[in-house]
């Protein structure tokens, strides 16, 4: 799959992980320690997006289960992170980069209670922080820490 997105083959993966830091780190854990720093420069370069998603309990009639959306878009900044070994500043660049078309879980759950498609309780039982999205559903933004 990386030779084929590195031969500019569009590549689409499925892999069980929470958000876009541990899917990238989930895919480094399949190769060797050894190969981990060329498969991190490879994938820094190859990576277009990540789409993390959660099924939750839909309450809008006829509809079960509505879909929570994390993206994260690979810009520069991105790929800097990838390639320096910060997976765990990819959510802060998700949050400061929404106007790039990236969307954390926190935001996504927040539109999807104001819209009525889901209950709070399980935007709670699902939010990364639930004192963000306590936040978030008052109008109250979070600030993102500056990372770079």
Do not use: W
């Amino acid at each position: 799959a990386m030779r084929a997105a590195e031969t500019g083959h569009l590549v689409f993966g499925t892999m069980h992980s929470a958000n876009a830091p541990q899917s990238v780190q989930r895919l480094l854990d399949l190769f060797p320690q050894s190969e981990r720093g060329l498969i991190r420069q490879a994938l820094s370069l190859a990576i277009k997006a990540i789409v993390s998603q959660v099924l939750l309990p839909s309450i809008d009639e006829g509809v079960d289960r509505v879909p929570a959306v994390e993206i994260l878009i690979a810009n520069s900044t991105v790929r800097k992170l990838i390639s320096e070994e910060r997976e765990v500043d990819l959510t802060s660049i998700i949050r400061s980069c929404q106007n790039e078309g990236m969307q954390d879980f926190t935001s996504n759950l927040c539109e999807l209670v104001k819209k009525g498609s889901i209950e709070p309780k399980e935007a709670y039982r699902y939010a990364p922080n639930i004192e963000e999205l306590k936040m978030a559903l008052k109008g109250i933004r979070t600030s993102t820490s500056g990372i770079l």
